[in-house]
């Protein structure tokens, strides 16, 4: 983000500060501006992020203290779209954000949980083949659960995880820190392979963002 917007940090008034927060999978700017009158701050401030918009819109959720989650929903209600998961490695966590959000309600149908291969085969129907020729970490099982999630749940959005959360059970072509994930909405169906760290709860909590995330993109499509 910084060398994308190098050149509009490099011109800002001497006044105005730029500062950059990171956290997992995410970073926040924050300007300061100083000065004595406060409302010629505030209008220079939203002055310079007009001036960065053009730049940095499609990597903006929110601002001030939106939430990630928060976004999200406020995005599904915004598009009138429903949204239901799958969530293997993640092991629910993507909805566990969901529902922190007051009023998830309004678009989450739900979701599951088939943290086993035979659950994903007789409870989300994914085809016991695709496991067998493919395994659960693959590509084409990921986009059968995110559609199989949306059918089952009556929902207009599909999302689905699978992948090696590790410590344990990676391999040399699945190490651990390999997952994939999907989108699915009757249309279109966008998946993606991530290849993360060897820590746990690090993979799981970058997992719910990049999935999150997804489906952001994959709305503005």
């Known amino acids: 983000m910084a060398e994308k ?3 509009w940090e490099e011109n800002l008034p001497n006044n105005i500060s730029l500062a950059y927060l990171p956290s997992i999978g995410q970073v926040k700017l924050r300007l300061t501006a100083k000065g004595d009158d406060a409302s010629a701050l505030k209008k220079l401030v939203q002055d310079q ?9 499609k990597y903006i959720y929110g601002y001030d203290k939106t939430s990630f989650e928060e976004a999200i929903g406020t995005l599904l209600i915004q598009k009138n779209k429903s949204i239901a998961f799958a969530e293997s490695c993640s092991g629910g966590y993507v909805q566990h ?3 922190k959000v007051r009023g998830s309600s309004k678009y989450f149908r739900g979701g599951i949980v088939p943290y086993h291969n035979d659950l994903k085969i007789d409870m989300l129907g994914v085809k016991q083949e695709t496991i067998e020729q493919h395994g659960a970490v693959s590509e084409e099982c990921i986009i059968e659960m995110a559609n199989r999630v949306r059918e089952k749940f009556n929902a207009d959005i599909g999302a689905a995880s699978s992948g090696v959360a590790g410590p344990d059970g990676g391999t040399e072509e699945k190490p651990v820190g390999t997952i994939w994930i999907a989108y699915a909405d009757g249309k279109q169906t966008v998946t993606k ?7 746990r709860m690090l993979n799981i909590e970058l997992t719910e963002i990049s999935v999150l995330n997804l489906v952001r993109k994959s709305l503005a499509l």
Not at 49 to 57: E, F, K, S, Y
Not at 193 to 199: D, R, S, V
Request: hydrophobic content about 45%; glycine content about 0%.
């Open 49 to 57: 992020i007009n001036l960065v918009l053009p730049i940095a819109q």
């Open 5 to 7: 917007i190098k050149q």
């Open 97 to 99: 954000k969901i529902t």
């Open 193 to 199: 392979k991530l290849q993360l760290t060897q820590n």
